[in-house]
């Protein structure tokens, strides 16, 4: 396969159609298709979009969707063709010769592949007559057509040369459809390829359709079967996206076209094509860095001691201390304007080739960022997922790693009761902005090679909340994204967007003990909640009652079992957590999220009065 032509609808992004084409363009896409709607709201005429596109190196790939169109009386048979000529006008300006019709779902239609490959048939000539072609495509809801199978007969039965198919993924596959039959297409009838992804839901299909659809990648369709099958068939035109979503409907163009570009980019590497080199293995965290106003720096300060940290290091150009427990570290900056404010500006992964980890996100859409670098420092690379957040790919142990780029302030740690018992980064917890949940999962999973977890939903306190897990092959890297399911309101008390590194601990109660005596920040939890486990799932009372004395949570699943406490809050976002997987738990203890949320609250509430 040669490298594919990319090609995105404007349907896929929000804006007007001169922010669509802008964005499509800045992202590295080769064409679009125009949804015919998005040209009627222009004021440009045809002809001056036809001009922009050329400017920004787009082609249009497609012109869509024409409607209603087949196996109807003569009458409106008649009207049809008058309206196809005028929409041929429109696409001669463009500078277009592909169209899109889609099975009809008029209720003036009879149920007739004869007729409506007889229609077809004529449309088709009207248009090569133009030097144009029509793609005709089975809609999962279409009323008498509505797979590719069926689509297939009446354009065979029609059989023109300017008459092919537009298959889209999410119409079969929504459907439960067997791609396998598409190899027997021959390739030359395969006029156009959408592509779209989607979570797996139960409802109405058209519904799921222009509502929830999502990029390859991002949702639990087989696209890299249903693709490869096209390309197997002899398809050589563009792989385009078509993706009806709400969310994506509303966010800024242009960070969501590229999303797309990666999305594409993922699959095209799942069909085997070489876009970049693979991701290399990871070995946890390296760090995480925690950036925060003095005040807050100095609360963390003294929240990573109570938990047993040491200060071992001043970096040797900027305000940024290190921090370390066992193969916990973390770094303060303090570099943040107050107040009451702190937030993760970064993790670091520990890659098998640094390298090589920069070079694949900058073949996946992540630019890495320019840094500034102070004399024996190390070349650090870092790029910025959606969030902001920043991800850095380390060699810890190389002789020119980032701990060189530290001065070492090692003093003997202060005898903190809890020392000891942490030994590592757990995860690392980020909030999502509503825009961009399937973005970052997207992100994790392109450029890091992360694999996805489940999603879980789950009812919280302030609003519904979506989880997932990524985490990579070992396991040593999990991030947790959560994100709220619709849109935050303005009634918006507790903790906006929170964060939170969550570190591994060899003995959750013990370290809950010493911490309750060292009188440490440790998040309190209700009696309520111990009451709920005891009845749910019936704990030996001893361990019961220790849970209940320290603030700890329990979570238990087929593999095992999870303790965790949490801190209460440093500013206006962040906390740490301790946990303990015993056995193979492989969650986040997302069961306990609510009881932690609402903590979080009475907390926020106490110090604020708010
Ligand atoms: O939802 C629709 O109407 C619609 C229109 C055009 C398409 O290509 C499609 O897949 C769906
Ligand atoms: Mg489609």
Redesign the pocket.
């Known amino acids: 396969m040669s490298e594919p032509r990319r090609s995105i ?1 404007t349907v896929c992004l929000s804006g007007t159609l001169e922010d669509k084409l802008a964005a499509a363009a800045a992202a590295g896409f080769d064409g679009v298709e125009i949804f015919e709607n998005d040209l009627i709201a222009s004021a440009a005429s045809p002809a001056e979009i036809g001009a922009r596109c050329r400017d920004l190196g787009l082609s249009i790939d497609l012109y ?2 024409f ?1 209603d169109f087949e196996a109807v009386p003569p009458a409106r048979f008649r009207q049809n063709l008058r309206r196809a000529e005028r929409k041929f006008d429109v696409m001669e300006q463009l500078g277009t010769d592909l169209v ?1 019709v ?1 099975s009809t779902v008029s209720p003036e239609a009879v149920d007739d592949d004869e007729l409506a490959a007889e229609q077809l048939r004529a449309l088709a000539e009207r248009a090569q007559e133009r030097g144009m072609r029509v793609a005709y ?1 089975a ?1 999962a809801w279409g009323r008498f057509v509505n797979t590719y199978e069926h689509s297939w007969r009446i354009v065979r039965r029609a059989d023109h040369p300017a008459l092919g198919l ?1 298959l ?1 993924s ?2 079969v596959l929504s459907r439960g459809g067997d791609p396998a039959l598409i190899r027997t297409i021959p390739g030359e009838k395969l006029f156009y390829l ?1 592509l779209a992804d989607a979570p797996q839901l139960d409802m109405d299909v ?1 519904q799921w ?2 509502h929830h659809r999502l990029f390859p990648g991002q949702g639990s369709f087989d696209l890299k079967t249903f693709a490869g099958n096209v390309l197997d068939a002899g398809y050589a035109g563009p792989l385009s996206l ?1 993706v ?1 979503n709400d969310v994506f409907r509303q966010a800024d163009p242009k960070p969501a076209a590229v999303d797309a570009m990666r999305s594409l980019r993922l699959l095209e590497e799942q069909l085997g094509e070489p876009v970049a080199e693979p991701a290399p293995d990871l070995d946890g965290y390296a760090f995480a860095e925690l950036v925060a106003d003095p005040d807050t720096a100095t609360r963390l300060s003294e929240g990573l001691r109570a938990l047993g940290f040491a200060e071992t290091g001043e970096h040797r150009s900027k305000p940024v201390r290190r921090w370390e427990q066992g193969g916990a570290r973390v770094l303060i900056n303090t570099s943040a304007t107050g107040p009451d404010t702190a937030e993760i500006g970064a993790l670091a992964v520990e890659s098998a080739d640094p390298m090589r980890s920069a070079r694949r996100a900058e073949a996946m859409s992540s630019p890495i960022l320019p840094r500034e670098r102070g004399p024996q420092e190390a070349g650090l690379v870092s790029v910025a997922a959606p969030d902001g957040t920043g991800v850095f790919f380390c060699d810890t142990g190389a002789t020119d790693g980032w701990r060189g780029d530290f001065r070492d302030t090692s003093t003997p740690a202060a005898a903190t009761p809890a020392a000891g018992l942490i030994t590592g980064i757990d995860h690392v917890s980020l909030t999502q902005p509503f825009d961009h949940f399937d973005e970052a999962a997207l992100f994790c999973r392109s450029v890091l090679g992360l694999e996805p977890e489940e999603v879980t939903e789950y009812a919280a306190p302030f609003g519904m909340v979506r989880n997932r897990g990524m985490v990579d092959a070992t396991r040593s890297v999990r991030i947790a994204l959560n994100g709220a399911l619709v849109r935050r309101g303005e009634w918006a008390p507790a903790v906006r967007d929170p964060q939170h590194i969550a570190f591994t601990c060899t003995d959750v109660l013990t370290a809950a003990e010493r911490l309750r005596e060292s009188g440490a920040p440790v998040l309190p939890i209700p009696d309520n909640y111990y009451d709920d486990l005891d009845a749910r799932l019936d704990l030996d009372p001893e361990l019961l009652a220790s849970l209940r004395r320290g603030s700890v949570l329990y979570d238990r699943d087929a593999g095992g079992e999870f303790l965790h406490l949490f801190t209460d809050l440093f500013g206006s976002r962040v906390f740490l957590e301790l946990v303990q997987r015993v056995g193979d738990y492989a969650g986040y203890g997302v069961v306990n999220a609510p009881v932690r949320m609402a903590a979080h609250r009475r907390q926020r509430m106490t110090a604020f009065g708010r």
């Open positions: 609808a869509q969707p409607r899109l889609c495509e809609l537009c889209d999410f119409h959408q058209l359709s222009r078509e009806f």
